[in-house]
Structures are given as C-alpha cells and as structure tokens.
C-alpha cells in the first residue's frame, strides 16, 4: 500500500468514525432531520462503505421504521460482510419476541461485551479484604 493510501484510508476512517459520533448525539436528541440531511452525503462520498448503511438502519429502526431499517442493514452487510455493527444490528433487531430496548452498535466499541468483575477479581478482592481484616486484628492484639 502507498502512503498515499494509507493517508486516505486513515482519512476515510477517522471522517466516518466522526460521522458515528455526530448521528449517535442526533439520536439521542431525536434529531432526525440532521441524520437525514448527513447521512445520504456520506452514502455519496463513500459509496463502498458499509457504515453510512448501518447508521441509516439504526436511524430508521428508531422511528420505526423496521423493514426499511433492515434493508439498510442489509445493504452494510452486502459491502463488508465483517463489519460486526451491522450484523449485530441486523440479528438484535430481526428478533420477533425481543423484550426492551435494543442498544444499536454504531462501532465495533459498540459491540464489545461489557467489563464486569469475573470470579478472579472478585475473589481478589475478597482475600484482599479478608487479609486486611486479619491484619487490624493481628495489630490491635
């Protein structure tokens, strides 16, 4: 790959990565007239992209909008079949019985599971507490 790419690639990444942070903001404001006004330009300006697709799929889906929503998804999903966001949008909102809200994935951030203590630092911290319980007792004998 020349450096001429790589710059454009990093480009095209940090411009798309930018477009999640302002459609994400949108929808939490329901805004939905500045998704649409900003989506469809990058659809333009980066029309192998399968993040533009996903976030009109999110976009859509929050107004109710479901099949059109899934083709959106879809759509992602034909361009870059690895892109997680959209097939984890795709299986989370295409379940018929699903109870509670859905929580899109705008990223791949989006769709990691989230950091909960385990049984190790649990148990850590339960032999830390433990050991300093034993040792304000050993100290005031």
């Known amino acids: 790959m020349k450096n001429g790419e790589k710059d454009q690639m990093s480009r095209e990444e940090q411009e798309l990565s930018n477009l999640c942070r302002l459609i994400k903001e949108y929808v ?4 939905w007239a500045a998704c649409m006004e900003e989506i469809p330009q990058y659809m333009e300006m ?12 999110i976009v859509l889906e929050k ?3 479901h099949p059109e929503a899934m083709k959106h998804f879809r759509a992602a999903w034909s361009l870059d079949s ?10 989370a909102y295409s379940i018929y ?3 509670g809200e859905v929580e899109p994935a705008y990223t791949m951030e989006d769709c990691m599971p ?3 203590p385990g049984i190790v630092q649990k148990t850590s ?16 004998a």
């Open 46 to 57: 980066y029309p192998d992209s399968a993040v533009p697709h996903n976030l009109m799929g």
């Open 82 to 91: 690895t892109f997680v966001p959209a097939n984890r949008n795709m299986d």
């Open 114 to 116: 989230k950091r909960e």
């Open 28 to 31: 939490k404001k329901d805004d």
């Open 125 to 140: 911290f339960f032999l830390k507490s433990l050991l300093t319980v034993h040792q304000k007792k050993a100290g005031a």
């Open 63 to 65: 107004q109710g909008k």
């Open 97 to 99: 019985d699903r109870k």
